[in-house]
């Protein structure tokens, strides 16, 4: 089979007035025609503008990228935009800027058609095959806001495969979604880009994308460093670049001890890498514990808690009869299966609900009893909350979003530094929110929410956008203000990485 994609030593340095970012650094890839592709790595390692690249949204600083035969970087601004329309289906996490509000699920569908030329009748036939592909035949008549946000992507997903693209690209196509519906549209993409007969990349960090793909690429700094072909039982292949750069994962690092220098040794014909001993200096424990809490209090209880929603035969109850206490110095996961009240529990804890029946009660004071108003100076005294959207101010700069949330509580700015280095973004501070990843725009959130050293902690899905890496660190981080500061931290996830660090862990449902 022929390449469908062939990218060589891929260059792109994104140049602002803040500073230069080098988001690819010599990134080759070759992709066969049909080939299912996920492409993961951590926050910031370049995935996403190596889709907008591929898709001709953006242009190669140097290096070569040749899709199906046609060099990218030659292709003069008219064929570009003839390549997106043609050649390209594009599906991203925002799944609502993608869908007219007013229009159906199959005029959404057919709509793509039509800009191809299609007549009326052909439009609606090949509206009706994807929907029913999507399996939502049943609903191509209901407008975007009457669909859940899963069939909205899987709407999105098929009108981006309308004019029947050769390749189908999608970044972090989920990233909105709970863990059930994420596997619906994974499931969803792998049938429909096989019977599409389609070539596809997939960024994601959701491990059920990698079920669809037939290859797994981890990219880090801007390179490919590791590539899996699943299926076969084959280790993971760890790509040799120029020059006999290679990337160890750091799991491998971790355990072997390997911080700063290690040295290599030819055994017959392996390599044997291990830590480099100084003079002097003692290796540091491979997996450091951090001791558990001693002395703590309770920072927050729910007593008897009770939240329903809806009223008369839709009543349903998303938390029932619940009584938990949320200790200081200590991080405790509130895990559970989609629908089972973690957010509603967030919300209830923050002052941002009120239970219909029970008790929040947070530092001694019962936010049952407290106005509205009230309730929102006491979460900004005391409480740090993180959503599942960043919600961040998108023309200021990383820091700036920090100190405004320090302004705001008269609190002093020096922390905003301070903050953002914790969450690895010391050198992307001045950078305008809009050009930061998506990974760091979640970071920038945390640190938003970490700097004025709340007494409690929420956070929702704290690492459903970011690598094993950084969602390690984050956690580490979330302990980190447990024990420096008394918080309580109370972060609601399904994240293994995240829960394997908790001290309690709560479960609901
Ligand atoms: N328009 C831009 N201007 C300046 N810097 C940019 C711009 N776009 C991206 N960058 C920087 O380039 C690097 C790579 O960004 P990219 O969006 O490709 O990362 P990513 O791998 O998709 O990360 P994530 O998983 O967090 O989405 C980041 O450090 C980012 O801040
Ligand atoms: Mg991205």
Redesign the pocket.
């Known amino acids: 089979m022929s390449a469908a994609i062939d990218v060589r030593d891929l260059f792109r340095v ?1 140049q ?1 007035p ?1 500073g230069d ?4 650094q010599g990134l080759s890839l070759t992709v066969r025609e049909r080939e299912v592709v996920t492409v993961l ?10 889709l ?1 690249i591929l898709a001709g949204l953006d242009r190669p600083s140097a290096g070569t990228v040749r899709v199906f035969g046609v060099e990218l970087g030659k292709l003069p601004a008219a064929d570009v935009a003839r390549y997106r329309t043609s050649t390209v289906g594009y599906a991203d996490q925002h799944y609502q800027r993608a869908l007219s509000p007013e229009l159906t699920a199959r005029e959404l569908v057919a709509l793509e058609l039509g800009l191809a030329g299609a007549t009326r009748a052909e439009r609606l036939r090949r509206a009706d095959e994807l929907l029913e592909r999507v399996g939502l035949a049943g609903k191509r008549d209901a407008r975007p806001s009457e669909l859940s946000g899963g069939e909205q992507q899987r709407v999105a997903v098929a009108a981006s495969l309308a004019h029947k693209p050769k390749l189908f690209l999608a ?2 196509p989920t990233g909105e979604l709970d863990a059930a519906s994420a596997t619906l549209v994974y499931e969803t993409i792998g049938e429909l880009v096989r019977a599409e007969h389609c070539t596809a990349v997939i ?1 994601s ?1 959701d491990p059920e994308s990698t079920l669809i793909a037939d290859r797994i690429v981890r ?1 880090r700094d ?1 390179r490919v460093s590791e590539e899996t072909a699943r299926g076969t039982g084959a280790q993971e292949s760890i790509v040799v670049g120029r020059g006999g750069w290679l990337r160890l994962p750091e799991e491998l690092l971790r355990r072997s001890g390997i911080h700063s220098h290690a040295v290599a040794k030819l055994q017959g014909h392996e390599i044997v890498v291990s830590a480099a001993m100084q003079e002097g200096v003692v290796p540091e424990n491979p997996t450091p514990t951090v001791a558990a809490p001693r002395d703590t209090r309770v920072i927050a209880e729910t007593r008897n808690v009770r939240k329903v929603y809806g009223s008369g035969a839709t009543a349903r109850a998303a938390i029932d009869d619940l009584d938990a206490q949320f200790p200081s110095s200590a991080l405790t996961a509130v895990t559970g299966p989609s629908g089972s009240g973690k957010t509603t529990l967030l919300h209830l804890l923050a002052g941002l609900e009120l239970p219909t029946s029970g008790r929040a009660v947070v530092l001694g004071t019962e936010l049952t009893k407290l106005g509205r108003a009230e309730r929102a100076r006491f979460r900004s005294d005391h409480v740090g909350y993180i959503g599942q959207q960043p919600g961040l101010v998108s023309a200021l700069s990383a820091l700036e979003n920090v100190e405004l949330a320090l302004a705001f509580r008269s609190r002093p700015l020096d922390g905003a530094r301070e903050a953002l280095a914790a969450v690895g973004l010391e050198e ?1 501070a001045k ?1 305008r929110v809009s ?8 970071r920038v959130a945390i640190a938003r929410a970490l700097a004025p050293r709340p007494e409690l902690l929420l956070a929702d899905e704290p690492t459903s ?3 094993q890496a950084n969602a390690l660190a984050v956690g580490a981080l979330f302990v980190r203000l447990a024990r420096d500061f008394g918080a309580a931290v109370v972060c609601a996830t399904h994240d293994p990485l995240l829960i394997e660090q908790a001290d309690v862990i709560l479960r609901l449902g």
Do not use: C, N, Y
Request: aromatic share 2%; hydrophobic share 25%.
């Open positions: 994104h602002t803040e970012a080098a988001a690819l790595g951590p926050s910031g390692s370049g995935k996403s503008t190596f907008r970044d972090e960024v960090h990219i801007g992307r950078q050009r930061l990843s998506t990974g760091e725009r979640g956008r970011l690598d």
